[in-house]
């Protein structure tokens, strides 16, 4: 089944994919490589090949015994996306990356000033979590344990890191002049926040925003597609050997790990096997945690889906580490939608809002382009959660504050400077 169901989401991909590289329909199948193709081509590869499990747990998840249901929703769920948002990429397809990148430049002295913010941010985010001893001393732990209590500066720290790098980028692709003491400034800064932000991540994010500028004129092509996907591989075994103090040191290792990554469809299954589906039962988790802000308590397990089952199915991970597994999209549409012809209605929602920022991305001005790919970003990971999540409140008055700003960092040029 799982054969059937890979093959039949590369040929939908391949026949009627978009030759832009940002763009929602993208996402969709890039969540589906990664979570569902990848790791079972990789396990029936490592099977074939006998392989000797390097790793202390062994082979954790076995892909020959998932069953045909959740294979098959997670088929349908891809194909009600795919189809969505690649129908409203072709109806509201507007403007041009060129025209947005001739209109505007960046401000060199109010990027100066940004990065210094963000930097003197960090580094009192970096003293107020431990310091030197803490974060040198056993990275990981300090990463997972001593964030409490700094949720609001951690949140607009990397909000605004990731709005540095797509700054940055936009500058080194728009000015004929580019100052690089200037650069090479910024670059440090985003360095040293992608240190207490989690490097696995961020490396990935950063890396992302700042080719923005050159990733919104490119042709996506599968040579591209083939690049780009070894590039993240690399990018995500360098990130996981430094997260995990080296313990991850060997191909072999970082191979097995991938594996126990990509998870989310071992978890779905046991949704499947020990949960009937229901209506709107985890609806209000994001609702509980903005609650919360206003005076009104509840559990910290109870403001997020994966939360909740981490809670339930691996209690000393969430309850000891505060860490947490994550569900899939397709956990949250079968406990909060029921019958799988009501998940048509909440995936043409979300496709009508991503795609929505999609044909404003070019013509409202840089802030909207970052707007789009920040969305894009989270609708990738809503593959791995919710589609409501509770960030998203912060998210948007974010990016209120960005384009009340936003005239001051991106200048309009005049005709005879473009």
Not at 72 to 97: H, M, Q
Not at 374 to 400: H, T, V
Request: aromatic fraction near 24%.
């Amino acid at each position: 089944m799982i054969f059937w169901v890979a093959g039949l989401i590369v040929l939908m991909f391949l026949v009627c994919r978009n030759k832009e590289v940002l763009c929602p329909s993208n996402v969709v199948f890039g969540s589906y490589f990664l979570y569902l193709i990848f790791p079972s081509i990789l396990f029936y590869v490592l099977e074939w090949l006998n392989w000797t499990y390097v790793l202390p747990w062994g082979k954790t998840n076995d892909w020959s015994k998932i069953s045909d249901e959740a294979i098959l929703s997670f088929g349908y769920v891809f194909t009600l996306f795919f189809f969505f948002t690649r129908f409203f990429e072709v109806i509201l397809k507007r403007g041009s990356a060129e025209d947005l990148f001739l209109q505007y430049r960046v401000n060199p002295a109010l990027l100066f000033v940004f990065a210094l913010l963000v930097f003197l941010g960090s580094a009192y985010f970096f003293q107020v979590t431990g310091g030197a001893d803490a974060w040198f001393g056993n990275y990981s732990e300090t990463y997972l344990g001593n964030k409490k209590g700094f949720g609001l500066i951690n949140f607009l720290l990397i909000m605004s890191s990731n709005f540095l790098a797509f700054v940055l980028g936009f500058y080194w692709r728009t000015q004929r002049h580019v100052n690089w003491l200037l650069v090479v400034s910024v670059i440090v800064v985003l360095i040293f926040c992608a240190y207490i932000q989690g490097v696995k991540s961020r490396i990935f994010y950063f890396t992302i925003f700042f080719s923005i500028p050159w990733l919104s004129a490119m042709s996506f092509t599968l040579k591209k597609g083939v690049f780009i996907f070894l590039g993240f591989v690399f990018a995500f075994s360098f990130a996981m050997y430094f997260r995990s103090n080296g313990f991850y040191s060997t191909p072999e290792m970082l191979l097995e790990y991938f594996l126990s990554y990509f998870n989310t469809i071992f978890l779905h299954d046991m949704i499947l096997r020990d949960m009937p589906p229901d209506f709107f039962l985890t609806v209000s988790y994001p609702f509980n945690k903005w609650m919360t802000f206003v005076g009104v308590p509840s559990d910290e397990y109870l403001h997020d889906i994966s939360r909740w089952l981490t809670s339930i199915y691996y209690p000393s991970q969430w309850f000891d580490e505060s860490a947490t597994q994550q569900w899939p999209i397709e956990t949250e549409l079968y406990l909060n939608y029921g019958s799988y012809a009501f998940w048509v209605v909440p995936i043409f929602i979300y496709s009508v809002f991503i795609c929505g920022l999609y044909s404003l991305r070019y013509r409202m001005g840089p802030v909207f382009l970052f707007m789009f790919v920040s969305e894009l970003l989270l609708f990738l990971s809503m593959f791995r959660g919710s589609m409501l999540q509770w960030i998203e409140l912060f998210n948007l008055l974010f990016y209120g504050v960005l384009l009340l700003c936003s005239r001051l960092l991106f200048v309009r040029c005049k005709h005879e400077e473009r």
